[in-house]
């Protein structure tokens, strides 16, 4: 794929042209894929080596540590996991009450999920580092359903290689599509984008974690996702055509 038509599609994700089928919402989602690393890099760095968002990692060190692996703790991977599902599962509630539109459904879940962020914040500012062990959980938790209703929005939204946590299918795309190897190499600009944005939001993340505070990261976290929260909301037109489910 020539690199011209690479920058373009790539242009194109951070500001859809007019008409695009899906509007607005894939720069909004690439925002949120940044959000997904900096709350990753917080969780695992300063919570007991656990994500928030990354399901698949949580289950790979559950199985470590029942394997008897050191720094690693069953209760805060299985209550991750129980978190996360929960706020999926309250994803899909709000999903459903907001079936035929996918802007109300972006805003809805955006404004939820950084409530739950924001809360955790309040948590990181009123405790000192390093958290005990309850503050870990007091910040594991609302972290957890945050990502989880992040998710189950994303689901939903079904943004081509926007997912804004899942990027081993975006990686094998990039590779076993390549033009290179008889592909089509099509979304390459895309998913390099989807892939910048959570190294970006890693970087960002363990950076303040470890020069600043976990309260700095879900601080920028919180900022990001009402950012969305809000853009979603002003551009949400009732009759707007990429708004269709």
């Not at 099509?186 to 363990?206: E, F, I, K």
């Amino acid at each position: 794929m020539p690199a011209s038509s690479i920058t373009r599609e790539a242009l194109n994700t951070l500001r859809p042209p007019p008409g695009e089928h899906h509007g607005p919402l894939p720069p909004l989602m690439l925002a949120l894929t940044l959000v997904t690393g900096v709350v990753d890099a917080a969780s695992y760095l300063k919570l007991g080596h656990v994500f928030v968002a990354n399901m698949t990692g949580n289950i790979v060190f559950l199985g470590f540590a029942l394997a008897g692996a050191g720094g690693l703790s069953v209760a805060s991977s299985l209550t991750a996991i129980a978190a996360f599902l929960l706020g999926a599962f309250a994803g899909g509630l709000l999903a459903a009450r907001s079936a035929t539109h996918r802007g109300y459904l972006l805003r809805g879940a955006s404004f939820v999920q950084g409530t739950l962020v924001g809360a955790a914040l309040l948590v990181a500012v009123l405790i000192s580092e390093p958290p005990s062990s309850v503050a870990r959980y007091a910040l594991l938790v609302p972290l957890a359903l945050a990502m989880g209703v992040q998710n189950a929005a994303a689901q939903r939204l079904a943004i081509p290689e926007l997912t804004t946590t899942v990027l081993t299918r975006t990686l094998t795309g990039l590779a076993s599509e390549s033009s290179w190897v008889g592909g089509p190499g099509s979304q390459l600009g895309r998913r390099l984008l989807a892939v910048a944005a959570m190294l970006l939001g890693a970087l960002t993340g363990g950076l303040l974690v470890l020069h600043a505070s976990i309260a700095a990261a879900l601080a920028v976290a919180c900022v990001v996702v009402l950012a969305v929260a809000l853009t979603v909301h002003r551009l949400s037109r009732p009759d707007a055509a990429w708004a269709r489910a």
